[in-house]
C-alpha cells in the first residue's frame, strides 16, 4: 500500500470523527437525530472536490470502497454491541412476535417490491434481478433504527420490538441475499437455494453458540482484568464473524454474531468481573458510535457520488425514486397488517398507533449500501441493472434516513406513545421536589458558612435552575406544558402546587405504577449486589428475571419470591440428588452438585430480603410514594414475600444444610474485603502514594486471591474452634483452647424444653443446627445456626435466675457454654456485643425507653459501637451512650443512659458503653424524650448511614441504599435478632 494510500486512510478516519463531533453538536442545536446530520455532512464533504483540492485520493478510495471492507470491518462491532446491549428478558418474550417481523415480512415485502418493479414502475428486470434489488430495499437498518430509538422516549416493549426485528432483519436479509446472488450467478435450483438459505441460518446460529460457550468458559478463568477480558470480546466478534464469512465453513456471519451477542446479553455480563462489566461496555459503546458514523459518512459520500456520476440513471428514474420510497411503504403496512393476529396476540401485543410507527421505522442503511456495493462489483450483475440498483439502493436509504427517521419521532409524539402517562409524571414531580427540597437546604447551608460571605447568591440560585429544571420536566410532559401555559409568571412554589394538584389518577393505575417502579429499584439492587461482589452473577440473573416476570403480571399483588421459588427449587432433583450423594466413591461428586444448587437457592434467598428492605427505604426517601396508603399496600406486600422467604430459608435451608450459611457468609465476607481491597489500592495509586508496578503488583496479589475463592467449592460447618474464635476476637488460641473443655455439645428433639425461666443459670446454648424458640414477658425470638440462646445470661451479674425460657422448634444441635467460663474480661467487649440487644430490651424501663418502638431501639444499637475500657481511661461522650457494664462514677452504675456531654468521663471501673452514632447526638439537642430521639434517627439514619449508588435507568433518578446487615447469623426477628 502506498504511502499516499495510507495517509488518505488515517485523514479519513480522522476528518469522520471530526465530522462527528460536529453532527453531535448540530444535533443539540436543531434537536434532530444524528443519522441525516452525518449523511447530510458525508454528502456535503464528498462534494467539495470542485472547490477544495487535495482529497483526490481520499473519494478515489470511497468510491472503489471493497463492500467486504464494511461488512468485515464495520458490522461485527455493530450487530454484536446492539446485540449485547438489548433487553434478553424482553427480548425473549417478544421473540414470537420478532421473528416473522424478521423473516416472513422480509420475505414477503422483498417479492412485492420486485412485483412492483416488473409490473407498477414497468422496469425491464428479471426475476432474479427484481428479487435481489427487493432483498436489499427491505434490509431495515439497525445502526439508523438505534440511533433514532435514542432521541424518542417510547415503551421498552416496544422499542424492544424494534430494535429486535432490526437486528434479526439484517440476518435474514444476508442469508437471502447471498442465495439470490448465487442463483443469479450459477442459475441455483429452487431446492438448492432452499438448502443453502437453511445451512446459512443454522450454521450461524450453531457457530454463534460455540463459540459464546467457549468464550464464556474462558472469561470465567480470567479475574478484573480490563484489558485481557474486553479483547477477548473483540477478538471473538470478530474472529466469529471472518469463520463464518471467509472460510469454508461459508455460514451467516450476521446471524453467528446475533447470536453470540444476545448470550452475552443473557448469561455472558456475569461472567465477566464485575469491575470490568461498566468498563467493558462503555467501549463498545464509543467504538459502535464511530462506526455508526463512519457508516453514514460513507453513504453520504456514495450519495453525492452516486448524483454526479451515476450512469444510465435518467431524469425519470429520480421521479421512480420518489415514488417507490412512497410505495415502499404501503408495501411495508400491507405485509404488516397481514400478520397482525400474530403481533396483536403473542408477546406483549402491538396496538394501530405501534404498527404506523414500525412501518415508518424500516429505515435503510448500512446493510443495503454494503449488499448494493457487493453487488455492483460482482461480475455477474451487468449494466444497466447494477447502476439503477446502486441508485435505488443508496437513494432508498438517504431518504428513509432523512424523512423516516423525523417521521417516527413526529408519528411517536403525535400518536402519544413517547410521553409519560399521568402516574408517572406525578410521581416524576414527586421525585422533582425532593431534588428542589434538597438543592434549597444545601444552599442555606452553605449560605451559613462563613467561606461564602461574598457570594452573590441571587446569581448562583440563577445558575443552580431550580426552577428551569421544573420548566424543562413540565415542558416535556403533557399535563406540565398545560400548566406552564395556564400559570406563567407563578414562582418555582406555586408551580408546583399547581401541578401537584392537576393529576386525576385511579387507584389500579397508581397500585400499578408502584409495584412497577418497585421492581425496577429491585433489579438495580440485585445488579449491585452482583457488582460489589454480595451475591453470585448466576443469582443476580435469577433474581432479576423474577422481576421481571413479576412486571408482566403487574395487575395482581406483588409475586417476586413465589415466581423465584418455582425457579430455585425443584423437590425432585433435590431429592435424586441427595440419594446419589450417599453412593460409594461418586457420591461426592453428586453431594457437589446438590450443595451448589442449595448454595445458589440461600445466596439468592439472601439477597431477595435485604433488596427489598433496600427498596422499600429508598422509595420512601425519594418521595416515590405519590400516594402514602398505595405506597403502604405495596410495602405490605413486600413484606409478604419477605415473610414467605424467612419461612422457606428456616424449612428448607437452616434446618437441613446449616454448613451452607456458613459457607455462602464465608465467601460472601471474603470477596467484599477482597473487593474493598482492591478499590483501596485504586485509590492510593490515584493519589501518587505507589508506583503503577507496585500498583499492578498488589492488584495481582488481590486477583489471586479471588480466583482462589470463585473456585473453591469446599462445603464445611466452621468448627466449634472457629466459631468461639470468631465470637472472641480478642481471646488468643490458647485461651480459646483452654475453655472449649468445658463447653459441652447436647441434642435436642422438636418441642424439647431446652431451659425454663426463673431456672438457676448455668449458662447459654450456641446452635449448631436447627431452630429455637426463646420467650418471655419482655421478648419472643427465634433463633437458628450461629445465634447464642439465652447469650445474656452470660454477662456478669445480669440476673439471680433465668429470664426466659427456650424450645427446640426442630432437632436442635448446640455447644452448651457454661457461664463461669467467660468470666475473665478477655470476653466481655464480644460478650456484651453479642447480648447488648437483649441487654437492652431487659432494660427498657430503667433506660427511660418504655414507650420507644423495638424497631426504633434495634435500629440504634445496630448503628452503636461497643467498647471495653479499662479502669481510670478517659472516654469521650459527646455522643452519648448506654453503660452496660462497670461504673463511670462512683455512684454511676450500669445499666445507665448516659447524656451526651462535651466533657471527658474517667472510667472508676473497668467498662463497657455502648456509644451512639453520630447524627443520634443531635437529635438529643432537638428534642426532649429519648423516644423523639430515637424516632427520628430511625427515620432519617437509612438515608444518611447508607452506602449510596445510581439506579443505571434511563427515567429514574433514584438512589439505592446499602444497610448495614445484622451481625447475628440468620436473625429474623423484628424484636431483636
Known amino acids: 500500500?502506498?504511502?499516499?494510500?495510507?495517509?488518505?486512510?488515517?485523514?479519513?478516519?480522522?476528518?469522520?470523527?471530526?465530522?462527528?463531533?460536529?453532527?453531535?453538536?448540530?444535533?443539540?442545536?436543531?434537536?434532530?437525530?444524528?443519522?441525516?446530520?452525518?449523511?447530510?455532512?458525508?454528502?456535503?464533504?464528498?462534494?467539495?472536490?470542485?472547490?477544495?483540492?487535495?482529497?483526490?485520493?481520499?473519494?478515489?478510495?470511497?468510491?472503489?470502497?471493497?463492500?467486504?471492507?464494511?461488512?468485515?470491518?464495520?458490522?461485527?462491532?455493530?450487530?454484536?454491541?446492539?446485540?449485547?446491549?438489548?433487553?434478553?428478558?424482553?427480548f425473549r418474550r417478544?421473540?414470537?412476535?420478532?421473528?416473522?417481523?424478521?423473516?416472513?415480512?422480509?420475505?414477503?415485502?422483498?417479492?412485492?417490491?420486485?412485483?412492483?418493479?416488473?409490473?407498477?414502475?414497468?422496469?425491464?428486470?428479471?426475476?432474479?434481478?427484481?428479487?435481489?434489488?427487493?432483498?436489499?430495499?427491505?434490509?431495515?437498518?439497525?445502526?439508523?433504527?438505534?440511533?433514532?430509538?435514542?432521541?424518542?422516549?417510547?415503551?421498552?416493549?416496544?422499542?424492544?420490538?424494534?430494535?429486535?426485528?432490526?437486528?434479526?432483519?439484517?440476518?435474514?436479509?444476508?442469508?437471502?441475499?447471498?442465495?439470490?446472488?448465487?442463483?443469479?450467478?450459477?442459475?441455483?435450483?429452487?431446492?438448492?437455494?432452499?438448502?443453502?438459505?437453511?445451512?446459512?441460518?443454522?450454521?450461524?446460529?450453531?457457530?454463534?453458540?460455540?463459540?459464546?460457550?467457549?468464550?464464556?468458559?474462558?472469561?470465567?478463568?480470567?479475574?478484573?482484568?480490563?484489558?485481557?477480558?474486553t479483547s477477548l470480546t473483540l477478538i471473538t466478534t470478530y474472529l466469529l464473524f471472518y469463520t463464518a464469512e471467509g472460510t469454508v465453513i461459508h455460514v451467516s456471519g450476521a446471524l453467528a454474531i446475533v447470536t453470540f451477542g444476545l448470550y452475552m446479553s443473557a448469561y455472558g455480563k456475569t461472567l465477566v468481573s464485575a469491575v470490568v462489566e461498566k468498563p467493558m461496555h462503555f467501549f463498545w459503546s464509543i467504538i459502535a458510535t464511530d462506526m455508526e458514523s463512519f457508516v453514514f459518512i460513507i453513504g453520504g459520500m456514495l450519495l453525492g457520488n452516486t448524483i454526479l456520476e451515476t450512469k444510465n440513471v435518467h431524469a425519470t428514474d429520480a421521479g421512480m425514486l420518489f415514488l417507490l420510497f412512497l410505495i415502499l411503504h404501503v408495501v411495508r403496512f400491507v405485509v404488516i397488517m397481514i400478520h397482525y393476529p400474530v403481533l396483536k396476540y403473542f408477546g406483549y401485543g402491538i396496538t394501530m398507533k405501534e404498527i404506523i410507527v414500525i412501518t415508518f421505522a424500516g429505515i435503510k442503511g448500512v446493510i443495503s449500501l454494503a449488499l448494493a456495493l457487493i453487488a455492483f462489483h460482482d461480475p455477474a450483475i451487468k449494466d444497466p441493472f447494477s447502476s439503477l440498483m446502486l441508485f435505488f439502493t443508496v437513494g432508498i436509504a438517504s431518504l428513509t434516513i432523512l424523512f423516516d427517521s423525523l417521521l417516527v419521532k413526529l408519528f411517536v409524539k403525535v400518536l402519544g406513545l413517547e410521553s409519560l402517562n399521568e402516574v408517572q409524571e406525578s410521581m416524576l414531580v414527586g421525585v422533582t421536589t425532593a431534588i428542589l427540597q434538597n438543592t434549597a437546604k444545601y444552599i442555606e447551608r452553605l449560605r451559613s458558612d462563613k467561606e461564602f460571605d461574598l457570594v452573590k447568591w441571587e446569581e448562583v440560585i440563577n445558575v443552580t435552575g431550580n426552577k428551569q429544571l421544573l420548566y424543562q420536566i413540565m415542558e416535556s410532559n403533557k399535563v406540565g406544558s398545560q400548566v406552564l401555559k395556564e400559570n406563567k409568571g407563578k414562582s418555582l412554589e406555586?408551580?408546583?402546587?399547581?401541578?401537584?394538584?392537576?393529576?386525576?389518577?385511579?387507584?389500579?393505575?397508581?397500585?400499578?405504577?408502584?409495584?412497577?417502579?418497585?421492581?425496577?429499584?429491585?433489579?438495580?439492587?440485585?445488579?449491585?449486589?452482583?457488582?460489589?461482589?454480595?451475591?453470585?452473577?448466576?443469582?443476580?440473573?435469577?433474581?432479576?428475571?423474577?422481576?421481571?416476570?413479576?412486571?408482566?403480571?403487574?395487575?395482581?399483588?406483588?409475586?417476586?419470591?413465589?415466581?423465584?421459588?418455582?425457579?430455585?427449587?425443584?423437590?425432585?432433583?433435590?431429592?435424586?440428588?441427595?440419594?446419589?450423594?450417599?453412593?460409594?466413591?461418586?457420591?461426592?461428586?453428586?453431594?457437589?452438585?446438590?450443595?451448589?444448587?442449595?448454595?445458589?437457592?440461600?445466596?439468592?434467598?439472601?439477597?431477595?430480603?435485604?433488596?427489598?428492605?433496600?427498596?422499600?427505604?429508598?422509595?420512601?426517601?425519594?418521595?416515590?410514594?405519590?400516594?402514602?396508603?398505595?405506597?403502604?399496600?405495596?410495602?405490605?406486600?413486600?413484606?409478604?414475600?419477605?415473610?414467605?422467604?424467612?419461612?422457606?430459608?428456616?424449612?428448607?435451608?437452616?434446618?437441613?444444610?446449616?454448613?451452607?450459611?456458613?459457607?455462602?457468609?464465608?465467601?460472601?465476607?471474603?470477596?467484599?474485603?477482597?473487593?474493598?481491597?482492591?478499590?483501596?489500592?485504586?485509590?492510593?495509586?490515584?493519589?501518587?502514594?505507589?508506583?503503577?508496578?507496585?500498583?499492578?503488583?498488589?492488584?495481582?496479589?488481590?486477583?489471586?486471591?479471588?480466583?482462589?475463592?470463585?473456585?473453591?467449592?469446599?462445603?464445611?460447618?466452621?468448627?466449634?474452634?472457629?466459631?468461639?474464635?470468631?465470637?472472641?476476637?480478642?481471646?488468643?488460641?490458647?485461651?480459646?483452647?483452654?475453655?472449649?473443655?468445658?463447653?459441652?455439645e447436647r441434642h435436642y428433639k422438636p418441642g424439647s424444653i431446652i431451659f425454663r425461666e426463673g431456672d438457676p443459670i448455668e449458662g447459654a446454648f450456641l446452635i449448631y443446627n436447627g431452630r429455637v424458640h426463646e420467650t418471655s414477658t419482655w421478648i419472643d425470638q427465634e433463633l437458628m445456626v450461629g445465634n447464642i440462646v439465652g447469650v445474656q445470661h452470660l454477662l456478669p451479674d445480669f440476673a439471680p435466675a433465668l429470664t426466659t425460657s427456650a424450645t427446640a422448634i426442630t432437632v436442635v444441635q448446640a455447644a452448651f457454654i457454661p457461664k463461669a467460663v467467660l468470666n475473665d474480661k478477655i470476653y466481655f467487649e464480644d460478650l456484651y456485643k453479642e447480648a447488648s440487644e437483649e441487654l437492652i430490651m431487659w432494660n427498657k424501663d430503667k433506660l427511660q425507653l418504655g414507650d420507644v418502638k423495638n424497631e426504633y431501639i434495634m435500629r440504634v444499637i445496630k448503628s452503636s459501637s461497643i467498647t471495653f475500657f479499662n479502669a481510670g481511661f478517659t472516654v469521650n461522650m459527646r455522643r452519648g451512650g448506654f453503660l452496660l457494664y462497670g461504673k463511670i462514677k462512683k455512684r454511676t452504675q450500669a445499666v445507665k443512659f448516659l447524656k451526651p456531654k462535651e466533657k471527658q468521663l474517667d472510667c472508676y471501673e473497668d467498662c463497657v458503653i455502648m456509644i451512639f452514632p453520630q447524627h443520634l447526638a443531635g437529635f438529643f439537642k432537638q428534642y426532649k424524650s429519648l423516644s423523639e430521639a430515637f424516632s427520628k434517627f430511625y427515620i432519617r439514619s437509612a438515608a444518611r448511614n447508607a452506602k449510596t449508588r445510581v439506579v443505571k435507568e434511563e427515567n429514574s433518578c433514584l438512589t439505592m441504599n446499602k444497610f448495614h446487615r445484622n451481625g447475628k447469623l440468620g436473625s429474623t426477628s423484628s424484636n431483636s435478632k
Open 1 to 90: 500500500m502506498s504511502s499516499s494510500v495510507t495517509s488518505s486512510i488515517i485523514l479519513f478516519i480522522f476528518l469522520s470523527l471530526l465530522i462527528t463531533i460536529i453532527a453531535y453538536e448540530l444535533k443539540k442545536l436543531l434537536k434532530i437525530s444524528v443519522a441525516p446530520i452525518l449523511l447530510i455532512l458525508g454528502a456535503a464533504f464528498r462534494d467539495i472536490d470542485a472547490y477544495v483540492h487535495g482529497f483526490d485520493n481520499l473519494f478515489y478510495l470511497v468510491n472503489e470502497l471493497d463492500p467486504k471492507v464494511i461488512t468485515l470491518a464495520i458490522m461485527p462491532t455493530l450487530i454484536y454491541e446492539t446485540a449485547m446491549s438489548t433487553d434478553w428478558f424482553t
Open 494 to 744: 406555586e408551580l408546583l402546587s399547581v401541578y401537584s394538584q392537576k393529576f386525576s389518577l385511579s387507584k389500579e393505575a397508581l397500585e400499578l405504577e408502584m409495584r412497577s417502579r418497585f421492581y425496577s429499584t429491585l433489579k438495580a439492587i440485585y445488579w449491585h449486589e452482583f457488582e460489589s461482589g454480595q451475591c453470585q452473577g448466576y443469582t443476580s440473573l435469577v433474581l432479576i428475571n423474577s422481576c421481571n416476570m413479576a412486571q408482566v403480571n403487574e395487575e395482581r399483588k406483588m409475586n417476586d419470591w413465589e415466581i423465584l421459588e418455582k425457579e430455585l427449587t425443584n423437590p425432585k432433583v433435590t431429592r435424586f440428588l441427595e440419594k446419589l450423594s450417599h453412593l460409594p466413591i461418586i457420591g461426592r461428586i453428586f453431594k457437589k452438585m446438590l450443595y451448589s444448587r442449595i448454595m445458589v437457592t440461600y445466596d439468592a434467598a439472601s439477597t431477595f430480603q435485604k433488596a427489598h428492605e433496600e427498596a422499600r427505604e429508598l422509595m420512601d426517601s425519594m418521595e416515590i410514594d405519590t400516594d402514602e396508603v398505595i405506597f403502604e399496600e405495596v410495602v405490605q406486600e413486600s413484606h409478604r414475600q419477605v415473610e414467605l422467604c424467612q419461612e422457606y430459608i428456616k424449612q428448607f435451608i437452616t434446618d437441613a444444610y446449616p454448613e451452607i450459611i456458613s459457607q455462602v457468609q464465608s465467601n460472601m465476607a471474603a470477596h467484599t474485603l477482597l473487593i474493598s481491597q482492591r478499590k483501596l489500592i485504586n485509590k492510593i495509586y490515584e493519589q501518587g502514594v505507589i508506583k503503577e508496578i507496585e500498583h499492578e503488583c498488589l492488584l495481582e496479589a488481590i486477583d489471586e486471591n479471588i480466583k482462589s475463592l470463585s473456585h473453591n467449592s469446599s462445603v464445611q460447618m466452621a468448627s466449634l474452634k472457629e466459631i468461639l474464635k470468631s465470637r472472641f476476637r480478642k481471646a488468643s488460641a490458647k485461651q480459646i483452647l483452654e475453655i472449649m473443655p468445658h463447653i459441652v
Open 94 to 229: 417478544e421473540l414470537v412476535q420478532i421473528i416473522p417481523m424478521a423473516t416472513t415480512v422480509v420475505g414477503l415485502s422483498s417479492f412485492l417490491t420486485a412485483v412492483v418493479l416488473k409490473f407498477i414502475l414497468l422496469y425491464d428486470f428479471t426475476w432474479v434481478e427484481a428479487l435481489l434489488l427487493g432483498v436489499m430495499l427491505n434490509a431495515t437498518d439497525h445502526v439508523a433504527v438505534i440511533a433514532q430509538l435514542k432521541d424518542i422516549y417510547a415503551d421498552d416493549e416496544f422499542e424492544t420490538l424494534i430494535g429486535g426485528e432490526t437486528l434479526l432483519n439484517e440476518a435474514t436479509v444476508m442469508v437471502l441475499f447471498n442465495v439470490m446472488l448465487s442463483s443469479s450467478e450459477n442459475s441455483v435450483p429452487v431446492g438448492d437455494s432452499l438448502l443453502m438459505f437453511l445451512r446459512l441460518s443454522l450454521g450461524g446460529f450453531g457457530l454463534g453458540i460455540a463459540f459464546a460457550v467457549i468464550t464464556g468458559e474462558i472469561l470465567q478463568r480470567i479475574v478484573n482484568d480490563y484489558v485481557q477480558e
